[in-house]
């Protein structure tokens, strides 16, 4: 019995000499010299005041798989302890050490070695981790706020719930860590690799990417309201239910990726890439997509309500049942556009290009098609009242069942446009040389009559709920 008590006492330990010794642990403020020390699968204690008034303290010395007792935690003295480890001057190897609940707020982590160290609840606010290495690190619900984490390598970590607020992780290596539900707001990530990183749910609000290395990462239900994201490369990343209100994605690249119910609104995606990319349902609500190419994109069910696409290529994209009430599409290029159903009240498309585009049933009241070119358009069962036709081209369009009530038609091309009996047609001063050049089409009662009329019946003028 007496020789496990003996056993169980620190040891003291002289320059240079290793910490292979029997015992449990190695009470740090009993050495005479802590200079060039090797102390591995210990309990570090510290049950005294520190009389090292210098920062040479721990110079050359490799700490590994080494955990802190309780009094080392809770009384600051690790913290100072680190502090002393100034600039890099000691090999820190915390290795696999246990460090879970440690107070290093401040402290001097410069090139440590951290790898696979536990790390839970630890507080490292304002802590120098440049270049440190935390590959496999476990800093789930730890504290970095203001942490400089420069050059940083954390590929692997566990960061989940962990506290980041203004951190600074320039040219840090996030491939491959969890993020989920991590706080990151304002952080700078300029250069960073974020590669298959998992931030599920993290908040990015400010945050910077600028010239950011992003590949397969997933941003599900993550909050980058206001990030900077001018000119990134977002190709095929995953964005369904994000938060990317007044985000700057100007310039990027966001080819494939999946926006599926993402909150774009007042968001800045000018000159951005987005063709094929998959925004089912998203809110672009005031967004600038001025000069924007999204070829093939899926905009099905999204809501662009005062949205700029001024210009924008929109060559066979999907807008079914699509909300574009009052957005700018002047100069667009909708080609090819499913726009069966679309709500584009008070929509401005002047000049743009809807040739061979699919208007079936879309509800345009108010809308501005000045100059437009509708050459074999659908339009069957459009609702066109009060619409301003002015130079438009229709030629070919169909006009089966479409609604042209009180339309401005002045220097309008109809030739070749099919209408039938239940096209409605101003029904005052509508030239004859435009009737005469238009097809008429008989409905077979018998067969599936068209979209459009039948479904208005009994509508108010401009009764747009009970039509769209």
Request: proline fraction near 1%; charged fraction near 20%; aromatic fraction near 6%.
């Amino acid at each position: 019995m007496r020789k496990n008590d003996d056993a169980e006492k620190p040891k003291l330990l002289t320059k240079g000499e290793t910490a292979e010794l029997l015992g449990i642990g190695i009470d740090l403020s009993k050495l005479p010299d802590t200079r060039g020390l090797f102390i591995s699968d210990k309990i570090l204690f510290y049950k005294d005041s520190l009389c090292v008034g210098n920062e040479s303290a721990f110079t050359g010395s490799v700490f590994y798989n080494c955990s802190v007792s309780s009094d080392f935690k809770n009384n600051e003295v690790l913290n100072l302890y680190c502090r002393w480890i100034s600039g890099g001057a000691a090999l820190f190897n915390l290795s696999y050490s246990d460090l879970t609940d440690a107070d290093l707020t401040g402290a001097d982590l410069t090139d440590a070695n951290l790898t696979s160290a536990g790390m839970r609840h630890s507080i490292l606010s304002n802590a120098n981790l440049t270049n440190a290495k935390l590959e496999g690190a476990d800093l789930i619900n730890a504290i970095l706020k203001d942490a400089n984490l420069i050059g940083a390598n954390l590929t692997g970590a566990k960061i989940g719930h962990s506290k980041l607020t203004n951190a600074n992780l320039t040219n840090a290596n996030l491939t491959g860590a969890d993020l989920q539900w991590a706080n990151l707001i304002n952080v700078n990530l300029t250069e960073a690799k974020l590669i298959e990183t998992n931030l599920t749910r993290a908040n990015l609000t400010g945050a910077n990417f600028t010239r950011i290395d992003i590949v397969q990462s997933n941003f599900r239900k993550a909050s980058l309201i206001d990030a900077n994201l001018k000119e990134v490369k977002l190709t095929g990343i995953n964005f369904t239910d994000a938060y990317l209100s007044g985000a700057n994605l100007s310039g990027a690249n966001i080819s494939d990726a999946n926006l599926t119910n993402a909150n774009l609104f007042e968001t800045n995606l000018s000159g951005a890439s987005i063709t094929h990319a998959d925004l089912t349902g998203a809110k672009l609500l005031s967004a600038n997509l001025s000069g924007a190419n999204l070829t093939s994109a899926n905009l099905t069910s999204a809501n662009l309500t005062g949205a700029n696409l001024t210009g924008v290529n929109l060559r066979s994209v999907s807008l079914f049942v699509a909300d574009l009430t009052r957005a700018k599409l002047s100069d667009a290029n909708l080609s090819d556009a499913n726009l069966t159903r679309a709500k584009l009240t008070g929509a401005n498309l002047e000049g743009a290009n809807l040739t061979g585009a699919d208007l079936t049933g879309a509800y345009l009241l108010d809308a501005n098609l000045t100059g437009a070119n509708l050459s074999g358009t659908n339009l069957s069962g459009a609702y066109l009242v009060r619409a301003k036709l002015e130079g438009a081209s229709f030629s070919g369009a169909d006009l089966t069942g479409a609604d042209l009530a009180d339309v401005l038609f002045i220097n309008a091309n109809f030739a070749g446009a099919t209408y039938n009996e239940r096209t409605e047609l101003p029904p005052i001063d509508f030239p004859r040389n435009i009737i005469d050049s238009m097809q008429f089409v008989a409905i077979d009662y018998v067969e599936d009559e068209p979209v459009g009329k039948d479904e208005g019946e009994g509508k108010d003028e401009g009764d747009e709920d009970s039509y769209w």
